[in-house]
């Protein structure tokens, strides 16, 4: 703020750490559209959020359900509303529509000053933390949005170092693959690469599997956090 005798300046501190990210996807074989939606948005300074919607079943009607869950979302994330407060005013709006409206949810808010990722899951399948070392499977959540008019979100806090990249995907991707344990060893398998390499590579991967012919609609989301 200034006028044109004073001037007013307001320091921050700068968040640790960045975010770098990339995607692949592909709609269900003879699907018009994927049911699949997806979004990276930086909430404010030091909050970033990947997300990932998956609408039941595939083709216009899922993509309708998964588009509108992640408007809502963002929205009530910039507004500032906290994790539980956000899902649950989502799954109480779409409950009441007068359409069946279902969604699987994978949502993940990064703070990019701490390091700590909130994973929350709702009708989701597995996610996955790649570090150097390891890769830790992030367990699924509860019943999709829109399901049950009263639900409670499952969050999963942890710790986030320089380097770790947090895989999302949808369950086309999951499904290709004979366990969770298997994409894990193939998301360990992937040499360093850049979060666009990497979902480039998984999904080729998936594709491979289910014979080069997406039975589902398929998105892998990746995001790479690194240190300033």
């Not at 408007?71 to 500032?80: Q, R, V």
């Not at 989502?90 to 949502?107: C, G, M």
């Not at 770790?164 to 290709?176: E, K, R």
Request: one cysteine or more; aromatic letters at 8%.
């Amino acid at each position: 703020t200034q006028s044109k005798n004073w001037v007013v300046l307001t320091y921050v501190v700068a968040p640790k750490f960045d975010v770098i990210f990339g995607f692949a996807a592909v709609k269900k074989n003879g699907s018009e559209v994927s049911g699949d939606t997806h979004t990276f948005l930086r909430i404010d300074e030091h909050k970033f959020l990947l997300g990932l919607c998956d609408g039941m079943g595939s083709g216009v009607n899922a993509e309708k359900a998964s588009s509108t869950s992640i408007s809502l979302i963002e929205n009530f994330y910039k507004a500032g509303f906290d994790n539980e407060t956000i899902l649950t005013s989502v799954n109480k709006l779409l409950s009441l529509s007068q359409d069946e409206v279902f969604t699987a949810v994978d949502v993940c808010v990064m703070d990019l000053q701490e390091g700590i990722c909130d994973f929350i899951k709702i009708g989701a399948t597995y996610g996955f933390v790649k570090s150097k070392n390891s890769v830790e499977i992030i367990s699924a959540g509860s019943l999709p949005l829109g399901v049950l008019e009263e639900m409670k979100p499952c969050i999963t806090k942890k710790a986030l170092s320089d380097g770790d990249t947090v895989v999302v995907v949808s369950d086309g991707i999951t499904d290709a693959f004979a366990t969770k344990e298997e994409l894990a060893t193939k998301i360990a398998q992937i040499a360093l690469k850049t979060p666009q390499e990497t979902a480039d590579v998984l999904l080729a991967a998936a594709l491979e599997k289910d014979g080069n012919e997406a039975k589902d609609d398929m998105t892998v989301v990746v995001a790479q956090i690194f240190e300033k």
